[in-house]
């Protein structure tokens, strides 16, 4: 059960979007459509931002976006703002009651 | 929506054991898996394992099953993580989170605060 790949960091300046990959393999990502993303403020809880890789919980802003194509799960935020900067996780159902998260990706807003 | 409180802070030597809580409020208990995650510090989330306290069935990620306990007290809402053969890299924040709807359909809807476990000599 390795971690899904993430990249390290990205940025973007207010108002542009910006996306995170996340690369699983076809016993994770690639099967199951139970991809999760969580956004991760210093010093705070985890909060879950997308589900079911494209669904937002109540609550969320619709700016968040959720995607998958093969291996490969995404998360978009369009229209970038100042409180989206924080660390960003995906997670997905692996299979035999399993999870497996993403190594993180540092989202910093310019 | 339901809230997770987590114990407080522990400091344990290596060899030694911890357990940890993580207590319910405000929403189902029993139909729910509640999963444990874990982030040593200034790294990445790990996901543990967890319970279905109704049936009380538990799964856990391959690395930590000789060494990891799950269980549930269905009368106060409570889940439990016990930890044994502690090493310094078990040094970490751990989590409690709500899974759901399903265990082999979920997500982690709602955290606890986190409890960060210290292991030292």
Redo the contacts between chains.
């Keep these: 059960?390795s971690?899904l790949t993430q990249p390290r960091s990205v940025s973007g300046s207010p108002g542009q979007s910006v996306t995170i990959s996340c690369t699983g393999t076809s016993s994770d990502v690639g099967t199951f459509n139970?991809v999760?993303w969580?956004q991760?403020h210093p010093g705070k809880?985890?909060?879950?931002m997308i589900?079911?890789v494209n669904k937002r919980?109540s609550g969320v802003p619709g700016r968040f976006s959720g995607s998958k194509s093969g291996d490969t799960a995404s998360l978009t935020i369009s229209g970038l703002q100042a409180e989206d900067e924080a660390d960003y996780?995906c997670?997905s159902?692996a299979g035999?009651?399993?999870?497996?998260?993403?190594?993180?990706t540092k989202v910093t807003v310019l | 929506q339901v809230q997770l409180f987590q114990s407080g802070a522990e400091v344990k030597k290596p060899g030694s054991s911890v357990r940890v809580s993580c207590k319910a409020s405000g929403g189902p208990f029993d139909t729910y898996a509640f999963s444990w995650v874990r982030q040593a510090p200034g790294q990445g989330l790990e996901w543990i394992g967890g319970i279905i306290p109704f049936f009380g069935s538990s799964y856990s990620a391959r690395k930590f099953q000789d060494r990891v306990t799950f269980t549930a007290d269905r009368s106060t809402n409570t889940a439990f993580l016990e930890l044994t053969n502690l090493r310094s890299d078990d040094t970490a924040v751990y989590y409690c989170a709500r899974l759901g709807p399903y265990i082999n359909q979920g997500r982690f809807d709602s955290w606890g605060q986190g409890i960060l476990v210290t292991v030292s000599s």
């Excluded at chain 1, 035999?96 to 993180?104: A, K, L, M, N, R």
């Design positions: 059960q971690a139970y999760s969580y991760q809880a985890p909060r879950l589900y079911d919980p996780y997670c159902y035999s009651y399993t999870y497996v998260f993403g190594t993180g």
